[in-house]
């Protein structure tokens, strides 16, 4: 007997009763049947095995969204009293089951949705409006905007804005007051140099000690040394760095002198357009990718007088740190990977391959990679850098941000690359007060119950005023907003690489891959729920921030979705080390470093800066240097490494 207690059963077999009665026999019994075992296997209810879960949601939205107009004129038949279902004839019994089926699948469609409240008639009307009308606006769309994937044309007029409206507009400042550097000596050992900061390296430049030419060729020297054991470098510009070093000493030889950044080797996370180069965005599809464009940050950086010295690895698509040419590693402990997709950016600047480097961040791809492999890494308020030339995510939370030695580096890299890009309709001048003018001794910062004591007790003893802190909101489900609007967008930007399949040769399946085909079935009503449940966030948060800044864990996922759904500045800072777990017995030159973040509000980026200089001035851990590839003689890392990272876990 059918069980028409169950929903999948029922809803085959309530159609079949309606549309063929049920006087039809034992024959039409055994095809009433048939019908509800075939629902029940094509769409399962969501407890059921995940392989017939999946097959569910492919099978019925193609029968929903995708089918031909003649089959849903069949369908829109069905309420027809001319029907052939309403004859019992063996022919037509099994057209009416068959029709059946089509309108069981649509309704499992909906179940999916969450819309399973429509009748049967009303998914058939839907049916028929969705191919009629939707499908040919959807199509017509999709020509227009979505032919080439990255996002990097033809962006959404939708845009966010993180200010919080609390204070009246002032006009951007134009430059920060950097701190001078006397009586400084060029090392005699190039690792010395190395790990110099940007600061020292400017003044090094500024008053002749070193060339530029000088500094790319020991950069480049380095990023080709260390690469085969980080696995962290994608392209090397040889060619334009010596070319834009050489521009660098003819102008310091004409008494031009650009600024601290003049003649300073760095590299871009590879997803940054630069002319000539390859921008493969870490992905086997893209790999052989050449953009004519210059991106707009790189823009502002070679008007610096900065000097480009290699392309560092994007994890593919920006997601982890795993791409076509491998997986990159943490310099301070290689049998660990890096974890973000800035892993490129966080590891070479960790191991001294570039004094700097500028990556990207949708959620967690600085903070992560900056945390593990020990570096200062400032994520700035959205909007703070221009995006363009710059591989799309999420238009809404996409931030680009400097990777350094320090978080007065920071400072002087964000200066050169703030202010406003005008094809980026989301980027903005934000009037910032100088970092380093900021009295911290009137500002008053929380720390969290995950904050890095050592920090608030250093904080403390230099004024600042320091009290227990939690941020209170009501908004249960931020992890899956943040997940809802990452992905859909990511979605928008990469329709034709899913829908022609190249999905299927990326890198790490159980990622992007996952998460796009889930993201197709989310609807635009549910995704617009989501922001306004995140403008719903902003609006607690805001409440809730009653302090100037606050200190806690950077790396607790919860704090990543928040701070990258409001727009929250926040800069990875360096304090402290450990042992690493499970050390040989001789012991180890490996660690595992330790990290906090330092948190203000939107367009506050100068009172976290000023807080992480002053943190600095007192302590070094910022200025170790990892070992890299040397590990002692009792130290052997297995390839592959045994240390794994677990994965990403959404709690809803």
């Known amino acids: 007997m059918v069980d028409v207690r169950n929903p999948f059963y029922s809803t085959a077999y309530r159609i079949q009763l309606r549309l063929c009665g049920n006087k039809q026999g034992a024959s039409s019994s055994r095809k009433n049947k048939n019908v509800a075992n075939m629902a029940r296997d094509t769409c399962p209810a969501l407890h059921f095995a995940r392989t017939r879960f999946f097959v569910c949601v492919i099978f019925s939205l193609l029968a929903a969204t995708m089918g031909s107009y003649a089959a849903f004129s069949q369908f829109h038949s069905l309420s027809d009293t001319s029907s052939p279902c309403n004859k019992m004839d063996s022919k037509n019994s099994s057209e009416c089951?068959?029709?059946?089926?089509?309108?069981?699948?649509?309704?499992?469609?909906?179940?999916?949705?969450?819309?399973?409240?429509?009748?049967?008639?009303?998914?058939?009307?839907?049916?028929?409006?969705?191919?009629?009308?939707?499908?040919?606006?959807?199509?017509?769309?999709?020509?227009?905007?979505?032919?080439?994937?990255?996002?990097?044309?033809?962006?959404?007029?939708?845009?966010?804005?993180?200010?919080?409206?609390?204070?009246?507009?002032?006009?951007?400042?134009?430059?920060?007051?950097y701190p001078s550097i006397s009586d400084i000596q060029k090392p005699e050992n190039e690792e010395d140099i190395a790990f110099m900061s940007v600061l020292e390296l400017g003044a090094l430049i500024r008053t002749k000690q070193i060339t530029s030419e000088e500094l790319t060729r020991i950069f480049l020297k380095r990023l080709k040394r260390y690469n085969p054991a980080l696995e962290a470098v994608v392209t090397y510009t040889d060619e334009l760095a010596y070319q834009q070093a050489k521009e660098a000493d003819e102008l310091l030889a004409q008494g031009k002198y650009l600024g601290p950044l003049h003649g300073i080797p760095y590299g871009l996370k590879d997803i940054i357009a630069v002319p000539q180069y390859k921008t493969t965005w870490g992905s086997t599809t893209f790999k052989n990718e050449v953009l004519n464009t210059e991106a707009w940050v790189y823009k502002r950086l070679k008007s610096a007088g900065a000097v480009l010295v290699a392309k560092l690895v994007s994890g593919s698509l920006a997601y982890d740190d795993i791409w076509f040419g491998g997986r990159t590693r943490n310099p301070w402990n290689i049998e660990e990977f890096s974890t973000g997709s800035s892993a490129g950016p966080a590891a070479c600047t960790s191991a001294g391959m570039v004094p700097f480097a500028i990556g990207s961040e949708t959620a967690g791809s600085m903070t992560y990679p900056g945390a593990r492999c020990g570096v200062t890494a400032l994520r700035p308020t959205f909007g703070t850098v221009g995006r363009t030339g710059v591989m799309s995510i999420s238009e809404s939370l996409d931030k680009l941000g400097p990777f350094c030695r320090s978080a007065a580096d920071c400072t002087i890299v964000l200066d050169a690359i703030r202010g406003k890009d005008p094809d980026d309709l989301s980027s903005r001048d934000f009037p910032f007060a100088d970092p380093f003018s900021v009295d911290i001794t009137k500002l008053t910062v929380g720390y969290l119950e995950d904050a890095e004591m050592e920090v608030v007790q250093v904080l403390a003893e230099k004024g600042v005023k320091m009290v227990p802190f939690k941020l209170n909101y009501t908004v249960d489900s931020v992890q899956g907003i943040l997940n809802f609007t990452m992905d859909v967008d990511m979605l928008a930007h990469f329709d034709e690489w899913q829908r022609s399949g190249k999905d299927d040769v990326y890198e790490a399946q159980d990622q992007w891959p996952v998460e796009l085909r889930r993201s197709r079935i989310i609807t635009a009503v549910d995704y617009m729920q989501a922001q306004r449940a995140r403008g719903k966030l902003i609006r607690e948060v805001k409440e809730s921030f009653t302090v100037d800044a606050f200190i806690g864990n950077v790396t607790d996922w919860e704090k990543v979705c928040l701070g990258n759904l409001v727009g929250l500045p926040v800069i990875v800072v360096p304090a402290g080390f450990k042992n690493i777990s499970n050390p040989p017995p001789s012991g180890s030159r490996r660690r595992t470093t330790i990290t906090t973040g330092i948190y203000a509000p939107p367009k506050h980026d100068h009172i976290a800066l000023a807080l992480a200089i002053a943190y600095q001035s007192v302590t070094d851990h910022h200025k170790q240097c990892p070992p890299i590839n040397n590990l002692g003689p009792n130290d052997i890392i297995p390839d592959p490494p045994t240390a794994t990272i677990p994965p990403r876990i959404l709690h809803l």
């Open 97 to 177: 089951s068959e029709k059946a089926m089509h309108v069981s699948q649509l309704e499992c469609a909906f179940e999916l949705l969450d819309s399973n409240f429509f009748n049967e008639r009303k998914v058939l009307e839907i049916a028929k409006g969705a191919t009629e009308f939707n499908l040919p606006i959807i199509r017509a769309n999709r020509k227009l905007v979505a032919s080439e994937n990255g996002g990097l044309h033809n962006p959404s007029v939708l845009t966010f804005n993180p200010d919080w409206g609390t204070e009246q507009e002032q006009e951007a400042s134009k430059i920060f007051n």
